[in-house]
């Protein structure tokens, strides 16, 4: 008695045709990628007073090059609205930098704060967008 092979996958064949011509993307990594957790440098020298209620876990910053700054050519300001609250430090900066010349999109979550005297210490999770 011959017996029959049975395919354990069902191939729906509208589906199978719709990726085929391209009509249908499938994201394998739909999540954005963690690719830093830092402090945030030079926020000694911002007044963030008035802005640090709203710094909340649930909020992006906004990361922008920096390109001619005077003091890093690899420089990223960190935003939130339109207040640059500080940098990624310089020795972690380049290889976001490069990426961002390159056209990589990235943008940062606030992880935790606290303020030491009048220094706001903020840790931060930047990422990749996917």
Sequence with gaps: MEEQ???LIKVNSSLL???SKG???I???PKDILVLECLVAG???RKLKDVE???LAEVKLELKREPDNEYDEFAIALYFEKNKIGYI???KNEVIARL???GKAFYASIKAKEWEGNWLKIEVKVYLKD
């Design 5 to 7: 092979s049975q395919s």
């Design 17 to 19: 045709a719709a990726l």
């Design 23 to 25: 009509s249908i993307s």
């Design 27 to 29: 994201n394998v990594m």
């Design 43 to 45: 926020t000694s020298f």
């Design 53 to 55: 209620p709203s710094l």
């Design 89 to 91: 430090p310089k020795d």
């Design 100 to 102: 961002s010349d390159a």
